[in-house]
């Protein structure tokens, strides 16, 4: 009559299952026994707990209230803990340093398990984890809270994890264990009063504490601590100790959740008779990261000073601003400093990830702009505004735009770092992760393509294309745009240069703003028309809007203003309406008219290089590297969800549109579909055709990406009047006075070329299966349409 017993639960009545023991009266910690029967009563062997550990547990649950005691749907029990993990970092002789454990002394012994684990503790379970970073530094360094104003907490670092496992102190106790990390940065080591942790020499230092035990007593508690070079703790520093756990339990069916990154804070819109400039988005707030910025000023000034003109940046302007995208940005400044930093080191060893995004959010508050129009509620303007242009959450385009930055900076460091962050992304201390990775948890298949994407791609392709943008050069050539000597950066056997790069990152930052539609501008008196829309029209296609902001209002843009001339003209290239779509290159989809037609007249105004050609498919192409809303998961849209072989077409085919400078569109495609020929389609049949009717064969094999020699025989088996539409239309320019040279004729009569949308996708469908009948139908289409 007197075993342990259950009362079920009552939902209705807000009721929880309880466990019940029977406990004589007036006998000397009955508490303790009632635990030990809960703990017997599933299954949990007491007896094989140390000799004070009962006694611990139930302090934590009972007295201290650290930890609860749960019983899981299965009937298990489980305890649930929550720990603060804070990372201190603080620079010391110009280097990041953090401070770990090196050893600790407790319970009569030395613990070496501890090295490199970070200031840690218990939370009680009604502590926010704000006021646990405080409580956790104050008693683990016994430091008094007045020295606490020197420390600043960044609040975009922190992060909750849940982990179980089954601590070693209480064998067969499943421990639920819920993590809250974040980083503590102390902003000035020199401070006097914190030569109690051996600032600003960054020597060790031991801290001795007393524990209170069960029976009334102290015990003594000594720490010695180090300040460690985050270089020296390896990839896995934030990390590196599982400060409570001892054997991490994974849940193999538990949905992967994409990582995405804190969005920043809104822009406030500014009066329309205010002169003051609002606040730097990048100054620290009082519980942001603070990153010194070395020679700062003297990196301004050089930047100010070096090579082409620059515009200064935009002074507080009196007048009523013209749009919303004014007035929201109406005092906004750049951080020269950071971008220029950005700009400057992004090759260099050890400037990595995190660095290169703290830089990035610092310098363009421009990116703010994504948050300007909450979702589901009103706009700046009054307008309801529940998605992008694109259909897409702001959040999304600004996390695809970060995803697009990332690219960029993995792809300029391919001779370190960057292939591998680029297929596999980093951690979340922004290290690049590899298919070893245990965290975060991916299925073995996208390892496996991961991996694959990893060891098949040419990266060499990629740096040629930086290459040809003027972006990287090989260290003792020339660079491609004829940039002055002090603007590059040597890494390895490659150059970078830094305007270049700078104006490659502005124009990522602000690409996808107009996606927000409420920022889209008018089109004003001396301004119009502008790409087909009217004075007095708001322009609603995002790229057209922006080449209008760009041409008209460019200090709206204060990242754009502050550019050196010569590459605020490569951007304002970037954004014309040259209706170039890559796909139809790659599939030999549309005529050289349609194809190049405009991209040809822009290059001929004098507006571009070819170098500037080339940085327009760079941008282009990091653009949908980040196309995937999780930056820190690597650029997935390639890595997983785009064909290897259509990627490899789009790199090799770049090279070759830039040849439109000196070139006529007609023979620019006509030298691709050779090339294609000769590397892809083509290999091993020989020399490609040549005569009537080879450019309809050349564009039919391109279209169906395979199957090259089925696709040239059903050719031969076409009726004669089938093969004669194929090789009229296919023939045709849609640019007056040009032929194609293998072809050495005209089309029979007069006309426009036509373009038929989705013929490669019907030949790389139907025309696997029956190539013969997929060219029927294309004849078909083509006579009706010429009809």
Known sequence: PWEPFSTGTNADSNIHESHWVWSRVNVENSGHTALSHLLEHHGINVAAFSQDALADLWDEVYNAKYSTLEVRKDRELERRINVIKVWIVAEILSIEHVLVKHWEYQRGK????????????????????????RMNIMSKLQLPEALLEHFTIDERSYRLSEEAGFSSRYPGLRTLYCIHEVKCRIHDPSVPDLAIINLPEGNDFTVN??????????EPVVTGWCWKPISALGSGWYRSSRTFMDRPMVDPDRPMVKRRLPMPPPLQRAGS??????????APKSNQLQLPVSRAAERRRKFHSTGSATSPIPSPRKRQPRCLLEELMHGQKPNVDRALNAAQRIRDQNYTCLHFFEDCIAAFPELALYISCPEGGSCAD?????????????EDEYQRTLGALFAVYWLLRL????????CFGVDDEWYPLSEHSTTPPRPPEELRKRQAFLEQTKWEEFDQLFVDAGLLWKTGSVSPTGTPTPSRRCAGDMSHDIDRTLALLVLTAIHDIMKVSALCPTVAEGCGPWCGYQVGEKIHDHDAALGYVLQNLPDALPSFAMLPRAQRRTLKFTQCKMDYNMGWLVQAEAPPGA????????MESGEATAADVAFYFVHWITDLAGAEPCPQEGCEKFVLNFPQRVLASFLSSFSIVQHLSSMT???????????RWQTCEGNGLGPAPNGQGSIARLRLVIMAQGSTQQVLNAFRLLPAEDAAVLEE????????GQVFQREGRSPSNAGPALLVYYAPALMQKAGKADPLGAMTVLADIFRQARS
């Open 729 to 736: 239309e296919l023939m045709r320019t849609g640019c007056e």
């Open 382 to 394: 009054g307008s309801p505004s529940p998605a992008t242009s694109a259909g897409r959450t702001s």
């Open 665 to 675: 569109e007609t023979q620019v495609f006509e030298e691709y579909l050779l090339w």
């Open 415 to 422: 001779s370190t770092d960057g292939a591998q962050s680029f």
């Open 110 to 133: 030395t613990d070496a398990r501890v090295k490199d684990r970070p200031v840690s503790s218990r939370m009680a379970r009604d502590d926010t984890w704000e006021e646990a970073v």
């Open 273 to 282: 008779g205010d002169t003051e400039p609002a606040a730097d988005p990048s």
């Open 595 to 602: 194809l190049f037609g405009k991209f040809k007249k822009v």
């Open 209 to 218: 504490r007393f524990r209170q035990l069960q029976t009334g007593g102290q």
